[in-house]
């Protein structure tokens, strides 16, 4: 089987990749300009957060005017505050656990003497 095409199917195979390389063009645009735009839209945020921040540390909060100094203060004691709330649940779960482990020896213990009463009975019976 030969493949032979002629001028007129040459120039219509022709036409048809250079319509589709126009196609795949203009789509690489329209994504282009997208991805452009949603970059240039997420650095203008960046560039309000930035802003917003610096006019927020200008300013302190607006409610008590604390210095930095204050602020780096109180999030020193808001950290240690969690790191002792955590150790707190801690030492919670250890004692609870402990606390479950003796009750569950002492039940342990009774169940074998109601055990022991109940094989005294029952021999005293047969």
Do not use: C, H, W
């Amino acid at each position: 089987m030969d493949l032979v095409l002629t001028s007129d199917e040459l120039i219509t195979v022709g036409v048809i990749l250079v319509a589709l390389i126009f196609v795949y063009l203009i789509i690489r645009e329209f994504r282009l300009m997208k991805t452009d735009a949603r970059k240039m839209e997420i650095e203008l945020d960046r560039e309000k957060l930035k802003l917003l921040q610096q006019d927020v540390l200008s300013k302190g909060y607006p409610f008590t005017r604390m210095t930095s100094e204050q602020l780096n203060y109180l999030k020193e004691i808001d950290e240690q505050n969690f790191v002792l709330e955590t150790d707190i649940y801690a030492r919670e779960k250890s004692a609870e656990s402990r606390l479950k482990r003796l009750e569950n020896y002492v039940k342990l213990e009774k169940l074998d003497r109601l055990l022991e009463r109940i094989k005294k009975e029952e021999k005293k019976i047969r």
